[in-house]
């Protein structure tokens, strides 16, 4: 599951190393991350004060961007990080994306040096945020097809697409939902029936309304079969103008990046919790029969849930012995049974007959004294 932060904690790691080093480091190391991310972080002892940085990250939509890398709305949103201490290399270094320079001097000595390199460590949803804040107000208006736009398929988690398709009055994200588990399946259809009683209240009127179909809607008709064949259905986010306004922006643009992963740690921590409420009433079910369970005047008590085997255990050989001596009991029982004249019946017919053979046979004497 993807994290929530928006800096990558090992990308951050090396760099507070480097710059918090007391001698320079050299520095040449390879990062790779879930979603086929790859940073290449490199620092040489000759200078130590800068630091190269570069980003190979898949982009959203294909169709969309520009062929030859980033496209300038991105590289605006990357220099707004820092304008003193992050400078952009064009062109980027070979096989990736964008390459930065990194000028450690012109870092704060205070706790704002911190805030910068956590803010270095976000590059990477920078540059996916910046790319759908770009589709969101850019998308091509001229391709339409009976009063709706095209969707644009986005791919943000590996095998977990999810469709923006731009109408006259709202902009609607849709999300097909897939889960291994029927478990997960009733979970995640409970969750999105409370998420749409919820957002239909008056107190949460504020945000995108919230619907979920167990079927495709319209607007995916004729998109690959593969893509909308589900077994948790598709929830679908009404996003008008008021919502992209400003700061808005931002937060509905990393919510609909992280949408899959929020409900994957819900209906994984929903099944924790489930299961530690069984797991609970497993207790209180053998306290109640450590109480009412009394043998030879003395309780044998059972401590935690792992012991309940044993009690089985216990119970069963306390059913056999109770069975064998029943056994026994009648088997003494049969055995008090005389039937009178049963033995000389068993005596002729139930004999086994002897059988003769009319050839004779002599046995023959052997003398240890002949050779």
Known sequence: MAS???????LKEILLRIYNAEKPIEVDHHLYEFGSVEYHIKSSVSEPQVTYLSISTPFLSQGVFLSYGLSPFTLKMVRQISTDVLHIVEPANDGYQLT????????PHNKESLNIITEVSSVQAVILSSQLKEM????????????????????YHPKEPFYVIRQPQKIVAVFPMRFKDNSDVIIATSFFQELIDVVSLKKWAKVPP???SPIPPLELRGEPFEDLSTNG???SFDISSHHVEGKRLDKIVWS????????????????????????????????VLEKSRVEDGQIKKV??????RKMVASKSKMIKRRWGD???????????????GFARFRRRWLKMPSFSSSTGYTKLQTNGNNN
Request: charged share 30%; net charge positive; with cysteine.
């Open 210 to 212: 919230c619907n979920w």
């Open 136 to 155: 969101l107000q850019n998308v091509n208006s001229g391709d339409s097809s009976q009063g709706m736009y095209k969707p644009i398929k986005l791919i």
């Open 4 to 10: 929530f932060e928006r800096a990558s904690p090992a």
């Open 100 to 107: 930065l320079r990194l000028d450690f001097s012109k870092l």
């Open 326 to 340: 029943l056994g026994k009991k009648i088997k003494r029982i049969r055995f008090r049974i005389k039937i009178h």
């Open 256 to 287: 609909l990046l992280n949408f899959y992963a929020y409900v994957k740690h819900h209906v994984k921590c929903t099944r924790g919790f489930i299961q530690r409420r069984m797991r609970r009433g497993l207790d209180n079910l053998i306290e």
């Open 233 to 235: 259905g598709f929830v």
């Open 303 to 308: 401590q935690g849930w792992k012991k309940m």
